[in-house]
């Protein structure tokens, strides 16, 4: 019963290591001067006219030229991409002066003195191989959630914050080394 037990550890350990990293290409890619990536198809699924398709486009470019560590390009047109990202906007809310998350009457007393502005975006991120056509990494629902002491941000100034964060922590969870216990 014992020697189950360890192979069954054993099976376990391998299928998380999979998984995980079955949810990174960094390591597919690391070898690559560059990581050629097309913006394919985005999509604005949350009604409101605020969530612009325009201003996505122009900070997926902006991150993907800002990167240092891991060399990422954005390709002209599908034929010269290594990989295809579509995206969907399922959701978007950015309010200004919201009342901070507190946890004690110092905290609070604290954040009182600064303005806040909270950015919410949901946003499905698929990723796939020009080369194979197949699908290499699917975010059905990756959200970012953030309050930041900035007040007058808003309209057009708000999304480009929220969809900036967005899409920086996506590039980073899709392409880049991650920092963990393995490693």
Known sequence: MRKYGIWIMIFVFFAACNVYAATNLYEKYAKNKAVKIFLNNVVNDTGKPDASVDVFKKAFKDELAGRMSVKLESAASQADADVVVDAKIKS?????RVLPRFTGAETLAADMTAPKSYAKLIVEYTVTS???G???LKYPNFTTEELRPVAHMEGEKGYMWGISLNIKRFVYRAFCKQKNARS
């Open 134 to 136: 197949k699908e290499l």
């Open 130 to 132: 020009v080369k194979t």
């Open 92 to 96: 978007f809310e950015f309010k200004s």
